[in-house]
């Protein structure tokens, strides 16, 4: 075999590395081992679970209408009375943008990523929960369309958990809820 043979042959197998690099990259599945995972349909489009800062995030939830409040009145990560945006996941954002949308209903946020939360994978530090207010608009539309896991949980047709911890939803997004990737902004 030729030098030149050779190098065009690698060439090719390094572009078509780059090629499947960049579509892993894009994919809308359920990260592996979670809930939603099973008979997820990937959708391409920006990351997923890229990271987002607190501005990122509020102008999103501004944007569609989305309020959010704070015991503390601030938005510092590692101020547990504070309610911080900081480092979310896109899904996230993407799924409470898409909840609001389902259901017509307001949604308050109370409570993101900052410290004071449970630890775990699929925590609010790392992005995948976040906390809204009670209000019978919002518990009407959850218990009455998502299917019912018993112990106040209630799972979305896309794998996302509601718990109703007693004054708040405290909600699990492993994808964005349904959303399509012409609406990611």
């Known amino acids: 075999m030729s030098r030149r043979t050779a190098a065009t042959g690698l060439g090719v197998v390094m572009?078509?590395?780059a090629a499947l690099v960049a579509a892993a990259g894009t994919s809308y599945a359920a990260p592996p081992g979670s809930?939603?995972?099973a008979g997820s349909a990937p959708r391409t489009g920006p990351g997923l679970f890229a990271k987002l800062t607190?501005?990122?995030a509020t102008a999103k939830f501004r944007a569609a209408g989305i309020s959010w409040s704070s015991s503390g009145g601030c938005s510092d990560r590692n101020n547990a009375t504070c309610t911080s945006f900081d480092q979310i996941n896109s899904a996230t954002v993407d799924g409470?943008?898409?909840l609001k949308g389902a259901?017509?209903?307001a949604i308050n946020l109370t409570g993101g990523t900052e410290t004071g939360h449970a630890s775990g994978t699929y925590s609010h530090w790392?992005?995948?929960k976040v906390d809204f207010s009670l209000s019978s608009c919002l518990t009407n539309y959850i218990t009455g369309t998502f299917t019912s896991?018993?112990?106040?949980k209630w799972r979305s047709?896309?794998?996302n958990v509601y718990y109703k911890e007693g004054n708040h939803w405290d909600v699990t997004y492993y994808n964005c809820g349904g959303c399509v990737a012409a609406d990611r902004r």
């Open 54 to 56: 607190h501005a990122q």
């Open 149 to 152: 896991l018993g112990g106040s």
């Open 126 to 128: 790392n992005g995948y």
């Open 157 to 159: 047709a896309g794998g």
């Open 103 to 105: 259901t017509g209903c």
């Open 15 to 17: 572009l078509a590395a």
């Open 35 to 37: 809930p939603g995972a």
């Open 96 to 98: 409470v943008i898409t």
